[in-house]
Nanobody, 122 residues
Framework: VQLQASGGGLVQAGGSLTLSCIPS????????VAWFRQAPGREREFVSA??????YYVDSVKGRFTISRDGTKNLAYLRMTNLKPEDTAVYYC??????????????????WGQGTLVTVSS
């Protein structure tokens, strides 16, 4: 399955954005989904995952970001609120079947989309 992330943009600190993960086909529904991000000069980091309907978040986004998926529309989302300048990064959606204990590991996800840039101004 091919993935495309969309919904990024420029937002002021404290603002909100919703990213969408758009798959190429409905096999997407059989995979778990995750979001990762990569800030300039930094390594790609785990942000959130939905593993068999159980959400996981990196500590820095807990209470601010919400991961979800819509089976009818065959889409996944990352709702981001109270954005901070340190959230600035290219955000990637990923799909795969990681063991639950490896959900933070990027190598556990088989399918990746091109990222979408989120810029948070102070």
């Amino acid at each position: 399955v091919q993935l495309q992330a969309s919904g990024g943009g420029l937002v002021q600190a404290g603002g909100s954005l919703t990213l969408s993960c758009i798959p190429s086909d409905r096999t997407f529904s059989s995979y778990n989904v995750a979001w990762f991000r990569q800030a300039p000069g930094r390594e790609r980091e785990f942000v959130s995952a939905l593993i068999w309907s159980k959400p996981y978040y990196v500590d820095s986004v807990k209470g601010r970001f919400t991961i979800s998926r819509d089976g009818t529309k065959n889409l996944a989302y990352l709702r981001m609120t109270n954005l901070k300048p340190e959230d600035t990064a290219v955000y990637y959606c990923a799909a795969g079947a990681p063991l639950e204990s490896y959900y933070r590991d990027a190598s556990a996800y088989e399918f990746w989309g091109q990222g979408t840039l989120v810029t948070v101004s102070s």
